[in-house]
């Protein structure tokens, strides 16, 4: 069974703050991806990666960025955190980067910026 | 670009009776998308429902279906009867055929069943 973990689940912030969000899949999937959703709204894409090293630029990009340190892990970094991004954050992995490969989701972790 | 719409935020539904979630799609790339709906329970990560990557089938996981229309662009879930257990948040989503893996995904709609 896939895994995909989120750290913290909830986190709350100052304006201007530094925020490090945390992802880890121990499904020896190459690709990973960080979302965001907003109240009645659907996800969408920040960044994504494709390996150890590799980041590629989502559809929402302005405002983070990201790191994938290792195939388990990949960071979402806010480093001047504002109330826009209190969202709900959703992190994913998949063994494939084809059209139709499964994305397995982590929990995820509610922001909230004050 | 692409775009998915979900017309019910929430839907509210008795135990037993008959479901369907509308969904609708927009894909600006060249062939036909492959479509999914993924499904959130409460307090866990979105998990995925069902998929059809080719026009015209149909998909079908734990009494829920959904067939491709690629005439209507749609692709509306439907259960003949749901569960207390099915309250949950039913996102439609498509990835396109650049094969990046980028998912587009619907406003999400809120089921609610009643016992």
């Known amino acids: 069974e896939a895994a995909v973990t989120q750290s913290p689940r909830n986190k709350v912030t100052v304006t201007g703050g530094n925020v490090t969000l945390s992802c880890r899949q121990t499904?020896?999937?190459?690709?990973m991806y960080w979302y965001r959703q907003d109240t009645g709204h659907g996800l969408r894409l920040i960044h994504y990666?494709?390996?150890?090293?590799?980041?590629q630029i989502g559809d929402v990009p302005d405002g983070y960025k990201a790191t994938r340190t290792t195939q388990e892990d990949f960071f979402l970094l806010l480093e001047l955190a504002s109330p826009s991004q209190t969202s709900l954050y959703f992190c994913?992995?998949?063994?494939?980067?084809?059209?139709?490969?499964?994305?397995?989701f982590g929990p995820g972790t509610r922001l909230t910026v004050l | 670009g692409d775009s998915v719409t979900q017309t019910e935020g929430q839907v509210t539904v008795s135990e037993s009776k008959s479901l369907i979630i509308n969904c609708t799609y927009s894909?600006?790339?060249?062939?036909?998308?492959?479509l999914f709906w993924y499904v959130r329970y409460p307090g866990e990560g979105l998990q995925l429902l069902l998929k059809?990557?080719?026009?015209?089938q149909k998909g079908s996981s734990r009494g829920f279906e959904a067939t491709y229309n690629k005439e209507a662009t749609s692709f509306h879930l439907q259960k003949a009867s749901v569960q207390e257990s099915d309250s949950a948040v039913y996102y439609c989503?498509?990835?396109?055929?650049?094969?990046?893996?980028?998912?587009?995904f619907g406003d999400g709609t809120v089921l609610t069943v009643k016992p």
């Open positions: 994913a992995s998949s063994e494939d980067w084809g059209n139709y490969a499964e994305q397995f």
């Open positions: 499904n020896s999937h190459n690709y």
């Open positions: 990666s494709y390996g150890a090293g590799n980041l």
């Open positions: 894909a600006t790339s060249i062939g036909y998308p492959n």
């Open positions: 059809v990557i080719t026009a015209g």
């Open positions: 989503a498509l990835s396109d055929n650049t094969n990046t893996g980028k998912l587009t």
